[in-house]
């Protein structure tokens, strides 16, 4: 089933079509909180952003996009992707197709252009999203995103989603698989920005910064649909 679904352009367009109609229904049947209470009259004066976000916690990402916004996603160019890219598509995101990864590989993955296309796409005034990650190191923020921000100006805004609801897949990145008729948490980080003239030492003091921003929304988007976080014990459950 999987071989076919990597060769058949029909199948994976059925399985990304199927998968945004799902999300669409588990994000309108969900009691969705906010925080800030004010997150988007916060985010409309900063607009264009980078919107980033960790593996596996991406799969919401597109509802948080209001009708008058223009957005594009950075995907990778696998065939495992193209159903998240066709499903983004069908929820009404642009999509940018390339991946982060080290080394060699960054130039064979799309990096560079993609990474290039973010910037012009910020140029032009349209938001662009991207997950944090370290490539297949999960919940480790890399350089990629400080990149962007440094050349194009635009703040960097991390974003958490939780559900109540889930299953967590088995994979690298701790995938959620979100249910519907739960509540969902979205919570924003304060924002991270990159100087033009950053040197090595500001890019590492920003990557950090963006790493400790999107482990407290993280752990806060937890405890507003009422879960334990791995990093802090509840006291509910534990005495």
């Not at 679904?5 to 367009?13: A, E, F, N, V």
């Not at 916060?42 to 980033?52: G, H």
């Not at 005034?125 to 944090?132: H, I, P």
Request: with cysteine.
């Amino acid at each position: 089933m999987w071989r076919r679904m990597r060769t058949s352009r029909k199948l994976r367009t059925a399985l990304g079509r199927s998968m945004a109609a799902y999300l669409r229904f588990v994000w309108r049947s969900s009691r969705v909180v906010m925080e800030p209470a004010d997150l988007y009259d916060l985010a409309e004066v900063q607009l264009p952003m980078i919107l980033t976000f960790w593996h596996g916690q991406h799969f919401l990402t597109p509802f948080l996009v209001k009708p008058h916004h223009k957005a594009k996603v950075m995907i990778s160019r696998s065939k495992d992707a193209e159903v998240n890219a066709i499903a983004a598509e069908a929820l009404g995101i642009g999509t940018i197709r390339g991946s982060g990864a080290q080394g060699r590989n960054f130039h064979q993955k799309g990096g560079l252009n993609a990474t290039m296309e973010m910037i012009r796409s910020l140029e032009e005034g349209c938001n662009v999203a991207m997950t944090a990650d370290v490539p297949k190191i999960s919940r480790v923020a890399g350089l990629g995103v400080i990149t962007i921000a440094k050349h194009s100006g635009r703040p960097i805004y991390p974003v958490a989603i939780a559900t109540r609801n889930r299953i967590l897949a088995r994979s690298w990145d701790r995938a959620a698989i979100h249910l519907p008729f739960g509540k969902a948490a979205v919570v924003a980080g304060d924002g991270v920005r990159v100087a033009a003239d950053a040197g090595p030492e500001e890019l590492e003091a920003a990557r950090r910064e963006l790493q400790r921003q999107l482990e407290v929304a993280t752990t806060r988007a937890e405890e507003l649909v009422g879960r334990c976080t791995p990093a802090k014990e509840c006291v509910a459950h534990h005495g």
